[in-house]
């Protein structure tokens, strides 16, 4: 008899079943086990997360190093030359804060929990303590060998099944779920104000110097001054259409309780709605406040002293478990 590791390890190199059986689209949505939200981040809830994958970490350290760059740009090349101190004190407070913010908001996003589901507790004795009810239907992610709650998918670089998954995000190196969707969302959109901040300062800065002399407007000479407002002009206006657009989905996706990834899949219909004002708050951890924007506050989960332990056992064959009626 294989061990709960090895079998697990089995159906990731691919000897386990495909993940939509023949029976898997018949079967009544009623019928999903209704697990709750604190049985499923039981074991990794309180654990540091960071996800391993060379990709995503290259892309979030491009990320860093590009607010780094708009950071130096604004200090060095337009505000610190700059002969208005109220000008510069103004923009650099007000560009620095939404930078911290803008990274803070990346780092809770990339190494928050995105809502994952234990991995190896698809076993007979988890399903018993669940206590569901005869006719009932669980379903076994033949890939991490975890019972499936609604609306979970499994990611094939997490390599975990993520509740109310939206998509897996190189730039934060991570997925955007349930735990981490309000960093990913203040994230977008502190990028895109910074973006729309340091193209207002870097037109009004050419303006001044066209006017001016170019070797008193900057330090640096007048052709790397060109290039360096240039080069982040085009940061500039790139990340600003790409993180609006980022934010005004994940906000639609937020309002209409629908994620990406179940609108791409064409699971739309299948659970009731919540409404988007309500669907606003369970995001963004609580009724309307300053906190929604700050990166530092957390959603309201329970302490890992209140979290259930999940029992232990062998991990079951099928995907697709009936609950039987005796």
């Not at 019928?31 to 939200?37: A, C, T, Y």
């Not at 190896?120 to 303590?129: C, D, H, L, P």
């Not at 993180?243 to 629908?258: A, K, N, Y």
Request: aromatic share 10%; net charge neutral; with cysteine.
């Amino acid at each position: 008899m294989k061990s709960t590791i090895h079998r697990c390890r089995d159906v990731e190199h691919g000897r386990g079943q495909t993940e939509e059986g023949a029976g898997f689209n018949c079967l009544q949505t009623e019928q999903r086990i209704p697990i709750s939200k604190d049985v499923i981040t039981s074991s990794s809830a309180s654990a540091t997360w960071f996800i391993r994958d060379a990709c995503g970490i290259v892309c979030a350290v491009i990320t860093w190093l590009l607010v780094l760059y708009a950071e130096f740009v604004v200090l060095f090349v337009m505000l610190l030359p700059s002969k208005n101190l109220t000008y510069s004190i103004v923009n650099g407070t007000l560009f620095n804060t939404l930078a911290f913010l803008a990274l803070t908001s990346h780092l809770r996003a990339m190494c928050t929990d995105p809502g994952a589901v234990p991995k190896g507790n698809a076993t007979k004795e988890y399903i018993e303590s669940l206590q569901l009810k005869p006719g009932q239907v669980v379903y076994k992610c033949p890939k991490c060998c975890s019972i499936k709650p609604d609306r979970a998918h499994h990611c094939s670089v997490c390599k975990r099944c993520i509740r109310k998954m939206d998509h897996h995000c190189p730039w934060v190196n991570n997925c955007v779920g349930e735990n981490n969707q309000k960093y990913f969302v203040l994230f977008t959109m502190y990028i895109a104000l910074i973006s729309l901040h340091a193209l207002a300062m870097v037109v009004f800065h050419f303006l001044y110097c066209f006017e001016d002399d170019w070797t008193k407007c900057s330090s640096f000479s007048p052709p790397a001054t060109v290039i360096l407002l240039i080069l982040l002009c085009f940061e500039g206006l790139l990340f600003l259409i790409f993180t609006s657009v980022m934010f005004g989905t994940q906000v639609h996706s937020i309002c209409t309780d629908e994620t990406g990834i179940e609108r791409l899949k064409g699971e739309t219909g299948k659970w009731v709605k919540v409404p988007c004002w309500e669907a606003m708050q369970m995001a963004f951890g609580g009724p309307f406040s300053p906190s929604w924007c700050s990166p530092f506050t957390g959603l309201n989960h329970k302490s890992p002293s209140e979290h259930i332990t999940i029992p232990q056992g062998e991990i079951i064959e099928e995907d697709v478990i009936e609950i039987p009626l005796n």
